[in-house]
Nanobody
Framework: QVQLVESGGGLVQPGGSLRVSCAAS????????MGWHRQAPGKQRELVAS???????NYVDSVKGRFTISRDNARNTVYLQMNSLKPEDTAVYYC??????????????????WGQGTQVTVSS
């Protein structure tokens, strides 16, 4: 069973920085695309940033130039470095990944997995 666990959220003042991490565990064979989504109170969940297995990145316009997504394949981990944070960045941040794991002898499956979320609050 694949699990994604986020860490690194917290309270930060406007203009500050924060880095959130998401580590995948389980009988992982390979991790394909990974991404960070966020959901603010009363709003729909939105894709913030994504990164392919070839390290191609994509960002929502509102975070371009401020956020950087990266991955460490040796650690099965994806990061989101957030700089120049604004109050409107306040949300629960979720990581998401497409993962191929070994579910049995000679049996492989690819699924889409989500972490439990980590709260990021930007406030003075």
């Amino acid at each position: 069973q694949v699990q994604l666990v986020e860490s690194g959220g917290g309270l930060v003042q406007p203009g500050g920085s924060l880095r959130v991490s998401c580590a995948a565990s389980g009988s992982i064979v390979s991790i394909h695309g990974m991404g960070w989504h966020r959901q603010a109170p009363g709003k729909q969940r939105e894709l913030v940033a994504s990164i392919t297995s070839g390290d191609t990145t994509n960002y929502v316009d509102s975070v371009k130039g401020r956020f950087t997504i990266s991955r460490d394949n040796a650690r099965n981990t994806v990061y989101l470095q957030m700089n120049s944070l604004k109050p409107e960045d306040t949300a629960v941040y979720y990581c998401n990944a497409d993962v191929t794991d070994r579910s049995g002898v000679g049996i492989y499956r690819t699924g889409n997995y989500w972490g439990q979320g980590t709260q990021v609050t930007v406030s003075s």
